[in-house]
């Protein structure tokens, strides 16, 4: 009677423990064929964001943000002031070598995964001294083309209520989505054009320009967003041109980058790498770059 029960039940537990090991052979299996479908969606997205602005990036170093000075230096920092009557405007700048995992679009705690990629982190601060408003933005750019804005956040915040945008780049396309304190603003979205370069983001990707005097082009070029609300998202059909020059006996690349007709911001880059901005103006004010 024991043995005619216990052989079913040798039976049952050999299947039991069959069905166990395929079953943990299934999972590593799918485990093997999802890390390799994402090492290949992965490649081919990460290869299509290398050819963005594709009718410009030939002007442009790509190589600009992988090299080593961007692993040695940890943090770059650089603050830039102007000064018009008794107002004092402050900029500031701190752009460091971050990875980035492309499940969370943040730097990843975790390296063992095949969705990582590097940007280049820059926190951007701006205030002067005759009012309370604090203007604060986050931007990455990748560094396997630095003309590529991968994402960037915003935020106004003024005694009386904040205003936060967040941008990211969709094929190209950067998508926005805003909540302003002001009214007939209020909560919302927006796209805009492919190939389009933000104003707050010259600074950091004209770096990367293979200077030369003969180079010229045009590039769509939204406005700053280091306003008050959301503002109009002018976007300017500018034009880019550069010579090189010499100021207080340091070789620089004068960048100028015409928006229109009644505006143009100019940058001056030190001539040796990694181009440094070391004066740059704009909204007719001149901002230099102060002793650290």
């Not at 935020?155 to 302003?180: C, E, Q």
């Not at 280091?226 to 070789?251: C, H, P, Q, R, W």
Request: aromatic share 14%; net charge positive; hydrophobic share 40%.
């Amino acid at each position: 009677m024991t043995d005619r029960h216990e052989k079913p039940k040798r039976i049952l537990d050999n299947a039991v423990k069959i069905a166990a090991i395929f079953g943990g052979i299934a999972i590593l299996f799918a485990i093997w064929f999802s890390i390799q479908f994402a090492k290949s969606k992965t490649k081919k997205e990460f290869d299509s964001r290398q050819t963005y602005f594709n009718s410009i990036h030939q002007h442009f170093n790509k190589e600009f943000a992988n090299n080593a000075y961007w692993d040695s230096v940890k943090l770059e920092k650089n603050t830039y002031k102007a000064v018009y009557n008794d107002k004092i405007y402050i900029l500031t700048y701190a752009t460091r070598k971050e990875t980035f995992n492309d499940q969370f679009n943040v730097q990843t705690k975790s390296t063992a995964r095949p969705d990582l990629y590097k940007v280049l982190n820059t926190a951007i601060e701006k205030y002067n001294n005759t009012s309370d408003t604090t203007y604060v933005a986050q931007l990455a750019t990748l560094c396997m083309n630095p003309l590529v804005l991968h994402k960037m956040t915003s935020t106004t915040a003024h005694a009386w209520g904040i205003t936060h945008k967040s941008f990211f780049n969709n094929k190209s396309v950067i998508t926005l989505k805003y909540d302003s304190y002001l009214d007939k603003q209020g909560i919302g979205d927006k796209v805009f054009p492919k190939d389009a370069l933000l104003e707050d983001q010259l600074p950091i990707c004209l770096r990367a320009l293979n200077f030369n005097d003969s180079t010229k082009f045009a590039v769509d070029v939204l406005e700053s967003q280091l306003i008050d609300g959301i503002g109009t998202f002018k976007l300017y059909n500018a034009n880019v041109s550069m010579n090189a020059e010499s100021i207080a006996n340091t070789n620089v690349y004068k960048v100028l980058v015409k928006l229109d007709d009644a505006k143009s911001n100019v940058y001056y880059f030190e001539q040796t790498f990694p181009h440094q901005l070391i004066k740059f103006e704009k909204d007719n004010l001149v901002f230099e770059r102060a002793a650290e």
